[in-house]
């Protein structure tokens, strides 16, 4: 059996498609860019992403199976320190959750909820 990682792809659901971009563009520094859907269901646009690369990409997603919300599950972006995104937060209209805490050996997490009320982290070393 091939060994891979656990993690091969992540959609974040929203309700206000253009609405999550502005958030996330403003929370990362960077662009989002459309991607097509093989099914033709959703509208997607795809966060920055060297597919040979480790770890997974992944996309924001309008989809009418699902939606946004509080739940289980957390995606955590790869940051180079999270108290930036802390200050972006607010004034890209999410909030914080949590402010930035230590978790020891692997650095430093941060909490919030994005414009659609999906909870997501960031994560970084310093």
Known sequence: MTKMNAVGWFD??????DRAVGFYET????????MG?????????????????YGAGGALTKAPHAGPGIGGTIVYFM????????????????????PKFSIGD???????????????GFNSMK
């Open 79 to 98: 940051v180079e320190d999270c108290a930036v995104q802390q200050e972006r937060a607010a004034k890209a209209g999410g909030a914080v959750v949590r």
């Open 12 to 17: 974040i659901y929203v309700d206000d498609l």
């Open 37 to 53: 859907d093989p099914t033709g269901e959703s509208r997607m646009m795809s966060f920055p992403a060297e597919m040979s690369a």
């Open 106 to 120: 692997f650095g430093w997490v941060l909490l919030c909820q994005d414009t659609e009320g999906n909870m997501i």
């Open 27 to 34: 929370m990362l520094g960077s662009a989002l860019e459309p």
